[in-house]
């Protein structure tokens, strides 16, 4: 009786194996396909031949340096001297929006670049430095204002209780 027990066991044991080892296949088949897509869909063998939607929407490359109303079309940056440094050096790692937005004089921009150099890999960026801190400075300078506006001219109303 224990022998037919321990062969039952056995065989149920080898099932339950094969089982195992074959949804194991099936995983890795699975997350290497899932990899395999994610790494270049366009590399996908189940692609219709239709034109990538995304080279058809990129800018004509007459666009791509476009300035209207003295502003540079594609990142928004005034047109003025150190302005290609500035896209060519600032824009790689991060919005044109972050860099207009953050007004500061020369010298905070010298902390931040050398954070950014100490911290966040940034190169170094040579005879472009003082280019780039001229530029941003002159056109974008600090806001001298608080938070806030003040509020004025606010109709005020009692709240009824």
Same mark, same amino acid.
């Given at each position: 009786?224990?022998?037919?027990?321990?062969?039952?066991?056995?065989?149920?044991?080898?099932?339950?194996?094969?089982?195992?080892?074959?949804?194991?296949?099936?995983?890795?088949?699975?997350?290497?396909?899932?990899?395999?897509?994610?790494?270049?869909?366009?590399?996908?063998?189940?692609?219709?031949?239709?034109?990538?939607?995304?080279?058809?929407?990129?800018?004509?490359?007459?666009?791509?340096?476009? +300035?209207? !109303?003295?502003?540079?079309?594609?990142?928004?940056?005034?047109?003025?001297?150190? $302005?290609? #440094? =500035?896209?060519?050096?600032?824009?790689?790692?991060?919005?044109?929006?972050?860099? +207009?937005? !953050?007004?500061?004089?020369?010298?905070?921009?010298?902390?931040?670049?050398?954070? $950014?150099? #100490? =911290?966040?890999?940034?190169?170094?960026?040579?005879?472009?430095?003082?280019?780039? +801190?001229?530029?941003?400075?002159?056109?974008?300078?600090?806001?001298?204002?608080?938070?806030?506006?003040?509020? =004025?001219?606010?109709?005020?109303?009692?709240?009824?209780?």
């Amino acid at each position: 009786m224990k022998e037919q027990n321990h062969g039952k066991l056995k065989r149920d044991f080898k099932s339950l194996y094969r089982k195992i080892l074959l949804a194991s296949v099936v995983v890795a088949i699975v997350g290497i396909a899932l990899i395999y897509f994610m790494v270049d869909p366009s590399l996908s063998a189940f692609k219709a031949n239709e034109p990538d939607t995304e080279i058809v929407d990129m800018p004509v490359e007459d666009d791509f340096d476009k +300035i209207e !109303n003295g502003i540079h079309s594609r990142t928004g940056f005034i047109d003025a001297p150190g $302005m290609t #440094e =500035t896209i060519q050096n600032c824009t790689n790692c991060h919005s044109s929006k972050l860099v +207009i937005q !953050n007004r500061m004089n020369a010298e905070r921009w010298k902390t931040t670049i050398k954070w $950014m150099q #100490e =911290t966040q890999n940034l190169w170094d960026l040579g005879e472009n430095e003082a280019v780039i +801190i001229n530029y941003l400075v002159t056109n974008y300078p600090p806001k001298k204002v608080g938070r806030r506006a003040v509020l =004025t001219d606010i109709e005020w109303y009692q709240l009824e209780e």
